[in-house]
């Protein structure tokens, strides 16, 4: 049995749409810096990821509401988060390491243990927040290393938590609040680069 209350369950969907406008602040700034396959992979990555969260959220609410307990939504999370990570992670350090003619090709396989879904998610958020990170210093912004390095460690804190034992209220609600802490930071951090000009910014 779980405890998600209404309010838990719609306080879930806040970190998902921080999230949103965050990624598509990110793909308007960065479309005319990387090769189509690049962007396509990059976009690809954050709608993996929104609609992990979103129907994950959509779970909590149907099982808060006493609807149903479409457990498959929460069940597909990690493996569709992780890949949208890797796949985002991957697109933007192609950006980095030149316009030039690559072949890519993402196919990870299924497993049924996790770890190698951990390990997506590490390494694309850390490709993710890097790059931003390298984009800040570029653009003269050397702060905002602090505040996706933060982000980082959010990602990696909700991780953990939602690893956890989930049946307890009070967990969701903490899992909830490091989750909103980061995407906060995510969405903070590309609002000043996207005012600070990331779209004309030559690379």
Not at 32 to 55: D, E, I, Q, T
Not at 69 to 77: A, C, E, R, Y
Not at 170 to 196: S, T
Request: aromatic content about 12%; charged content about 10%.
């Amino acid at each position: 049995m779980y405890e998600f209350s209404v309010p838990l369950a719609v306080t879930d969907f806040i970190p998902v749409f921080l999230f949103g406008i965050a990624a598509v602040l990110m793909q308007r700034d960065l479309y005319n810096k990387m090769p189509k396959y690049s962007f396509a992979c990059f976009s690809a990555g954050c709608v993996n990821m929104f609609m992990a969260g979103f129907l994950k959220a959509l779970w909590k609410l149907l099982y808060a509401l006493g609807i149903c307990d479409f457990h498959v939504l929460n069940t597909m999370f990690l493996p569709t988060q992780s890949l949208g990570l890797l796949l985002a992670g991957l697109g933007i350090v192609i950006m980095f390491i030149g316009r030039r003619k690559a072949a890519l090709a993402v196919a990870p396989p299924v497993f049924s243990g996790t770890m190698v879904f951990v390990t997506m998610m590490v390494v694309g958020l850390g490709a993710i927040c890097g790059s931003l990170s390298a984009l800040a210093v570029k653009m003269q912004k050397k702060k905002l290393i602090l505040v996706f390095v933060l982000c980082f460690f959010c990602y990696m804190g909700m991780g953990y938590l939602a690893s956890r034992d989930s049946s307890s209220a009070v967990m969701n609600w903490v899992e909830q609040g490091v989750n909103c802490l980061g995407q906060a930071l995510l969405l903070a951090g590309v609002i000043v680069l996207h005012k600070a000009g990331l779209r004309e910014l030559e690379l």
